[in-house]
Structure formats: structure tokens, C-alpha cells
């Protein structure tokens, strides 16, 4: 059994620290108020038998508060004040100097919680481990002076999530969609340097990639390009490749047209291959200043472009973009794993879902991509023209921005953007605040299962949130264009002059900030005891979700700020937000009683259903989380199974706005096994990945990609999303 250490180092559980400290206490305590060796000895055996269940690994301020509530349970009052006196006294000088232990601990690489905060960071090498100890820097001055005490103690009690403070000390923004069009299409500017409009499809590739080098670099969320932006590329390409075969085959009389033609288009697509390889290669070797490859996702939708001869080249792009995912890349050992990045998302609609459509082949192909690779995952246009009007891609892994209402105002070019078309709607050059997470879960146990207390625990919340969200607002209000060029002044956002603030960008729909939530699944289990699969569980479930759409409406209405309700992909919030309530509530079965919380209205991933029920009962969720969400199904390998995977895609189009499929895709480097590593406990009760072939434990040594929120992690996970993966049942 471990400690987490309040630097974040976890340690082996020493008892012998928690009766020394009763001592330390009973020694300063009048002599007729002291407790008996015995008694010290019975509540360090009672604290160690508590920690021994909860399964993981004990925060020392969990301990600390079992020590209190056992002193005042044997009656020793007078001994409990003493100690809380110097627990407290211990955190004053805490919060004189509350960075230098942490900041250590990362140096020294025993930073355990930096380890298994996102799973895709290394706090070991250098740039990452630079990034986690200016964050611990930024969420210092976070805590102790931008944000209120009732927030403060709500985001550590784990009633809502104030996500991100480690970057909220700077003026950044969360995640957008780069209008990567307007740069390629009109110029723009990299490191001060003047970048002209590309005169080759490879040139715009290799363009690309530094531009979404340098957003990573001046945000914290995820940003998405579409391919179709690379698409007209394609023909500049050709025009001039044909100009050389031309020249080339001019001396030869007996070259026809046809042999122009032949030569000129085998040429193109070897240069669309090594553009594509281009893309792939150094997003995934790219590290930005946050320390790892940038989260970027690429956009893969045909009805982007003109119907003709720009669609068929964007389905040649698209083509080779999924061959070469499937093929995946080569790790340390040279053997082909699946990359994280560039998460691909492809797009469904009438003429690729159906045999006879013309563009059916990408459609199979995609299917045999993310049935090796896990992506791309699915858009369905036909839903997302019901439910928001327009088709467009999520920000990242699954924030999307709210139907565009400026341009039906007639606002206007807003953001100045040199491909502005009046009258068009535009979200590309569009972003997100941030986000606020409420704890769906904590307002159930507070409610005690009170129906009216309940709704009123909800408001009380939600108010919270609401405050929350207007400070994350007010700290991008007055920030210049000129903190990030490439974002706000040459076009990957806007083109605002020098000086100009950003604040117009803000309001009218153009941006949006997110209500998160989480846990809905245990909420409605608490209250009716009942999953949100049953009918008196889904009417009550999309009760709870309308109400949060119903406090963004009146926040939206009040602000004309687009506040939208998020489904939180929780990687290690899942974690924090379970120990809080087990702290608070105790364990309380398939509510608090595993080291994780459900993400947004997922259903529990132990509940046993088909993979088509669960979309299905999942769509209705999915709708009344319109700020971002994405449903999963859990599958078997599925490589020798494509007919099944194309009947799922089928059933994505003609039933949920976005959906992907989780399969496993692991390698050992030490045997050389291509399967499923198995996650297992050591003698420690601490899950662990294990290779069922070698017996293999080293991390460092294996290659494991899994779906933790809507994108593809790897091994290094913190205890609760362990566990949540272990416990994942299969869905087909």
C-alpha cells in the first residue's frame, strides 16, 4: 500500500508515521486528557485497516482526517484540538512557500501525480517536466490570489473542476478550429517571417505543420485542420507537374495526351504521399513548449469542397491519410505501433455510407483503419444537420462550438479573416474559453436522495459554475493580439492589429465556454437506484441534462456569451473527483465504491449492453450535450470482422452525431508480443500493465494505446482511469 505525498511523490504506507504523530500530539496534552499506548496503537490498526480497502493509493490528507475522526471518536477531544492545531500550523507554513516541494519532486522524477496526469506527458524529460514546473508556478498564483475562497475549496472538495490552472496565470484560451484556409490561401507569419501562399501541395504540408506547431505552442486544448483546406493544393500541384512532363516528353513525337496525363497524375500522388507523410510524421515528432507532439485533429469530410475535380482530389488525400494511419509508425524497436496524434475523424454522408455511393472505398478503408488503429472515429452529417444546421469538426477530441448565429445577424467579418465569404457561415478561425466541470455525482450524495433538495444542492452548484466561468472570462478580457501572433494577428484565429485586444471575438456565438459535468450515470443511480439505460433512468437523466442546457440559455441570454454544456473527457479528474467523494460520502455501491466516476452521460462501462443499443440509448444524451460530447463502443479485435464494423458506421450515420470504436492495439518491447497487455495488482494492490507472454511490468518498456476521452492515450494513467479501463466490458 502507498502515500501520496502533498508534493505528489507516492511512497511505501508507513503506520509508524501516523502513531508517531498521535504521540507528538498526546506528549503535548495535559496528562489527564492523554490516551494509552493501546489506544494509540487501536486507532493506527483502525487507519491502516480503512486505507487497506480503499483499493489505491491514500492522500496524507485522507490519513489526517481518519486520524482526527478517530480521536473523537475514542473521546480524546482536548488531544483532537491539539492535533488539528498543528496540522494546521504545519499548513500555514505551507502556504508560505507552496511550489518548492513539488517543483523538487518533479526535478528528482518521484512526482507521481505529474507521472499520471496525462498520459501522453513525460514529466521525466526535460521539456515536459520544464512545462509541469511552470504549471505548478501558474496554479499557485491561481489558488492564492485569481481565485475566490468558496471556488478554491468547491475545485478541492471536488464539487466542480476549475480546470487547466496551470495554465490560467497567462491569457490563453482552451481549444479551437485553425482557419488554416485563410493562412495557406492569403499568407501569413511564423517567427516573424512572411509565409506566401504555397506553390505546391507538399509545400502546403510541411507549411501546415509549423502552423499547428506554433497554436500548440500559445494555447493548452486541442486544435483540428481540415484536409479540405489542403485540397486545391492538389491542382497547383498538377498544373505544374504536367508542365514538366510536358517539357519533358515535348522532343518525343509518338507522347500522346494520355501519356501526359498518366505520368502527370502517378507523379501527384507520389507527392500526396510524401505530404501526407509529411503531416503524420511531424506532428507526431514535433514538441511543442507545452512538451509533448501538439493535439491536433484532423478533419476528413468530402461535402467540404465543390463537387468535381477539388472532391476527387480530397478523396486522394483522404485515401492516403488512412493507408498510412493503418500502416501506423515504427517505435524504438521498429516495429509498426498506433500513434496518438493526429487523431482522425471521418465523416459520413450520402455519398460515401452506401455500397453503391461513389466515394464507398474510403468508407471500407476507414473501416479497416480504425478497426487496426482505433481511428478515425465518425461523424454523422445527416445527425449533425438535425441537430446543429451545419456539419463541422470538434476542437480537439469533442468541444464543439454552437451553431453560428453572427453571421444570421449580420455581424460581419468579426474576426477579419481574408477568406470571409458574406452570408456564409463560418467556424473555422472559431475557439473555446475554457471549461468549469460540476460534479453531478456530489450533488446526488449531498441531496441525501431528497428530490428537492436535490434541484436546490443543483442551483447552488451551478451558481458556483457560473462565477467560475465569468472569472475565466474576465481573465482573457483586455488581452492584446499580440501575446500570440500567429493566433489572433495572422490568421489562425484572426488578423487583428497590433495592440487590438480580443475581446469583440467573445460574444454574438463567435466563441463559446463550456459547462462540463460528469458522473451522470452514479447520479441517476443515487437518486432511483436505477442505470439511465431503464426508462424512470433516462427521463431522469435527460432531466438533469436539460436542466444544465436551461442555466447556459439564461447565462447565454444575460451575457450573449455562448455558454454550452460540455461532456468533461476526464483523464485524471475521473480520479480526483472519486477520492473526494469517498472522503466525503464513504463508499456507497456503484456510486463511490471504484476509483473513477463515469465520464459525462456515458453508461457505466461495466453495464453489460450491445454496442447498437448503447449508441442508440446514448443519441438522446448525446443532443442535450451540444458543447461536446462522443460516444464509444467498446470492441474485440476486428480485423478479420470489417462487415460488422461497416454495420456500426451504418449505424452511427442514422443515429448519433459522433461515435468511435475502442479496440486494443499494444506491443511489448521486451518479447516482442502483439496483443492485449493486461492490466493486473502487485503485491501493493496498485494496478499495473503486465504482458501475458513475458511477464513484462517495465512501462517504459511496452507500447500500450488506449481510448481514455475521446482520444488515444498510453500507459501512464493514474490508478482511477486504470481501473476504469479494466473494468470496460465489450460492447459486440
Not at 94 to 116: V, Y
Not at 333 to 344: D, E, Q
Not at 663 to 679: M, W
Request: with cysteine; glycine share 6%; aromatic share 8%.
Amino acid at each position: 500500500m502507498n502515500v501520496i505525498k502533498r508534493s505528489g511523490e507516492e511512497v511505501l504506507f508507513d503506520s509508524s508515521k501516523i502513531e508517531n504523530a498521535i504521540r507528538k500530539a498526546n506528549t503535548a496534552t495535559a496528562e489527564t486528557e492523554r490516551i494509552s499506548e493501546e489506544q494509540i496503537q487501536k486507532i493506527t490498526d483502525g487507519i491502516v485497516d480503512r486505507c487497506q480497502k480503499f483499493d489505491r493509493a491514500v492522500q496524507v490528507e485522507e490519513i489526517q482526517d481518519m486520524v482526527e475522526q478517530a480521536l473523537m471518536a475514542e473521546g480524546a477531544y482536548q488531544l483532537a484540538k491539539n492535533y488539528i492545531t498543528y496540522r494546521y500550523e504545519r499548513a500555514l507554513v505551507r502556504q508560505a512557500n507552496t511550489t518548492d516541494k513539488k517543483i523538487l519532486s518533479l526535478i528528482g522524477r518521484t512526482n507521481e501525480d505529474a507521472k499520471q496526469e496525462n498520459s501522453n506527458k513525460d514529466p521525466v524529460v526535460n521539456s515536459p517536466q520544464r512545462d509541469y514546473m511552470a504549471g505548478e508556478v501558474s496554479k499557485d498564483i491561481t489558488r492564492r490570489m485569481l481565485l475566490p475562497e468558496d471556488i478554491r475549496e468547491a475545485h478541492d472538495k471536488g464539487i466542480i473542476h476549475f480546470h487547466d490552472a496551470d495554465y490560467f496565470a497567462q491569457p490563453m484560451h482552451n481549444c479551437d478550429l485553425v482557419n488554416l484556409d485563410d493562412m495557406l490561401q492569403n499568407g501569413t507569419v511564423i517567427s516573424e517571417t512572411k509565409i506566401e501562399k504555397p506553390h505546391s501541395f507538399a509545400t502546403a504540408c510541411n507549411i501546415a505543420t509549423q502552423i499547428i506547431a506554433q497554436v500548440a505552442s500559445n494555447q493548452y486544448g486541442g486544435q483540428t485542420i481540415t484536409l479540405s483546406h489542403l485540397a486545391p493544393f492538389v491542382d497547383v500541384s498538377r498544373q505544374r507537374i504536367r508542365a514538366e512532363v510536358e517539357k519533358e516528353l515535348a522532343p518525343m513525337d509518338a507522347a500522346t495526351d494520355r501519356d501526359v496525363e498518366r505520368i502527370t497524375e502517378e507523379r501527384l500522388k507520389k507527392e500526396i504521399k510524401a505530404g501526407v507523410q509529411t503531416i503524420q510524421y511531424q506532428i507526431i515528432t514535433l514538441m511543442t513548449t507545452n512538451g509533448q507532439a501538439p493535439f491536433v485533429t484532423v478533419f476528413m469530410y468530402l461535402d467540404e469542397v465543390p463537387e468535381g475535380r477539388t472532391r476527387d482530389d480530397l478523396a486522394m488525400i483522404i485515401e492516403e491519410m488512412l493507408r498510412q494511419r493503418m500502416q501506423g509508425v515504427k517505435n524504438e524497436k521498429g516495429v509498426w505501433i498506433t500513434p496518438a496524434f493526429p487523431k482522425l475523424i471521418y465523416c459520413l454522408d450520402e455519398d460515401n455510407i452506401h455500397e453503391d455511393s461513389k466515394y464507398w472505398y474510403l468508407t471500407k478503408l476507414a473501416a479497416e483503419c480504425t478497426a487496426k488503429r482505433m481511428t478515425p472515429d465518425f461523424i454523422s452529417a445527416k445527425i449533425m444537420r438535425e441537430l446543429k444546421g451545419d456539419v463541422y469538426p470538434c476542437m480537439g477530441c469533442r468541444s464543439f462550438l454552437t451553431p453560428d448565429r453572427f453571421t444570421d445577424k449580420g455581424i460581419g467579418n468579426i474576426a477579419n479573416a481574408g477568406n470571409y465569404v458574406p452570408g456564409k457561415h463560418k467556424y473555422y478561425g472559431r475557439f473555446n474559453m475554457g471549461v468549469v466541470t460540476i460534479n453531478l455525482v456530489a450533488i446526488a450524495c449531498s441531496s441525501e436522495g431528497d428530490m428537492d433538495a436535490f434541484w436546490r444542492i443543483f442551483d447552488e452548484r451551478l451558481a458556483l459554475c457560473r462565477r467560475a466561468l465569468d472569472i475565466r472570462i474576465e481573465r482573457l478580457k483586455n488581452t492584446p493580439s499580440d501575446v500570440a501572433p500567429i493566433l489572433w494577428q495572422y490568421g489562425a484565429l484572426a488578423r487583428l492589429q497590433k495592440g487590438e485586444t480580443i475581446d469583440k471575438l467573445f460574444y454574438n456565438g463567435y466563441a463559446t465556454i463550456s459547462l462540463g459535468y460528469g458522473g451522470l450515470y452514479e447520479c441517476v443511480y443515487y437518486m432511483l437506484h436505477k442505470s439511465h439505460t431503464t426508462e424512470e433512468g433516462r427521463k431522469f437523466g435527460l432531466a438533469v441534462m436539460q436542466h444544465l442546457n436551461d442555466a447556459c440559455a439564461k447565462w447565454k441570454k444575460e451575457t450573449n456569451i455562448d455558454f454550452s454544456v460540455y461532456g468533461t473527457p476526464m483523464e485524471s479528474t475521473t480520479y480526483k473527483f472519486a477520492q473526494c467523494l469517498q472522503k466525503r460520502f464513504g463508499k456507497i455501491p456503484n456510486v463511490t465504491d471504484h476509483n473513477y466516476i463515469t465520464n459525462s452521460y456515458h453508461i457505466n462501462v461495466r453495464e453489460n449492453i450491445n454496442a447498437f443499443d448503447k449508441l442508440t440509448k446514448e443519441a438522446a444524451f448525446q443532443q442535450l450535450s451540444p458543447g461536446g460530447a462522443v460516444s464509444y463502443v467498446e470492441v474485440p479485435n476486428m480485423q478479420n470482422n470489417i462487415p460488422a464494423v461497416l454495420a456500426l458506421m451504418k449505424h452511427i450515420y442514422n443515429t448519433i452525431m459522433y461515435a468511435e470504436l475502442n479496440t486494443k492495439s499494444d506491443y511489448c518491447q521486451v518479447c516482442g508480443y502483439d496483443g492485449e497487455i493486461q492490466i493486473v495488482e502487485d503485491e501493493n494492490h496498485k494496478l499495473i500493465w503486465r504482458c501475458p507472454n513475458c511477464g513484462n511490468t517495465d512501462q517504459n518498456k511496452m507500447n500500450v494505446a488506449r481510448r481514455t476521452c475521446g482520444y488515444i492515450g498510453t500507459q501512464f494513467w493514474n490508478q482511477g482511469r486504470t481501473q476504469e479501463i479494466r473494468e470496460r466490458v465489450l460492447h459486440l
